[in-house]
């Protein structure tokens, strides 16, 4: 499985990222997916996550501002990020959860990410 993040930045407070990623190496469309975020030295935050069905879940620090989807055909998993303040700045990786329900609150544990991308609002 390989996983690999893409549209993260430098954005003014209260702008909007798309971050992508792009999965090879299993079946899309049987497995959950999510984004968590982490800062050097501090603990992970599982931020949302997305089912098979396309059930998904959020953090509440993120809820109503981040939107995750999924394009199963092309096996890409997105974040919507909008309304970002600066308390957004932080690495964010894809997940492929292998284990477990699929809630924002497992995302980062077993599974699969990819390298993460950063997003670092001012």
């Known amino acids: 499985v390989q996983l690999v993040e893409s549209g993260g930045g430098s954005v003014q407070a209260g702008g909007s990222l798309r971050l992508a990623c792009a999965a090879s190496g299993y079946t899309a469309s049987v497995n959950c997916m999510g984004w968590f975020r982490r800062a050097p030295g501090e603990e992970r935050e599982g931020i949302a996550s997305?089912?098979?069905?396309?059930?998904?879940t959020y953090a509440d620090s993120v809820k109503g501002r981040f939107t995750i989807s999924r394009d199963n055909s092309k096996k890409t998993l997105f974040l919507q990020l909008n309304s970002l303040q600066p308390e957004d700045s932080d690495m964010y990786y894809c997940?492929?959860?292998?284990?477990?329900?699929?809630?924002?609150?497992?995302?980062?544990?077993?599974?699969?990410w990819g390298p993460g991308t950063q997003v670092t609002v001012s």
């Open positions: 997940h492929l959860l292998t284990s477990g329900h699929c809630t924002f609150q497992n995302i980062g544990d077993y599974g699969f």
């Open positions: 997305i089912g098979s069905d396309g059930t998904t």
